[in-house]
């Protein structure tokens, strides 16, 4: 079952899905900039209900307010590359890791401190 769902033709097309969703979700609501940035369509200036915590990966697209330092894009890459290989079903698995972004095993590779989560070390 893995090997059809993770980091397959089906979890690809998942992730294309994801981000034409994405792109739909980020013009209809994005008030601000729309650019690529470090392989991720960001799209900024949308409303706080738009998106959740600081902003949300979906697919390829990064959707948020202007939460966009170069510390969280790396992180939102990271979350890309789930999606790339997950697919659809990388928001269930999202949601069955848990809300708290410190122990949910996705926010933790991403880099909790990229992400905001943890105050950076020095």
């Not at 998942?14 to 369509?41: D, N, P, Q």
């Not at 949308?46 to 959707?63: I, N, Q």
């Not at 939460?67 to 790396?74: F, G, H, I, Q, T």
């Not at 890459?77 to 410190?102: C, D, E, I, S, T």
């Amino acid at each position: 079952m893995r090997r059809i769902l993770f980091d397959s033709p089906i979890s690809r097309l998942g992730y294309l899905y994801a981000t034409l969703v994405g792109i739909i979700w980020g013009f209809v609501w994005s008030t601000g900039r729309v650019e690529r940035r470090g392989g991720l369509i960001v799209f900024r200036g949308l409303p706080g209900w738009a998106f959740a915590r600081g902003g949300s990966c979906v697919g390829g697209c990064y959707l948020t307010d202007q939460n966009v330092s170069e510390e969280v894009l790396e992180h939102e890459v990271v979350h890309k590359r789930q999606w790339q290989r997950y697919g659809m079903v990388f928001p269930v698995l999202y949601f069955l890791a848990g809300r708290n972004p410190l122990n949910n095993r996705f926010e933790i590779e991403a880099g909790l401190e990229k992400g905001g989560y943890l105050p950076r070390r020095r």
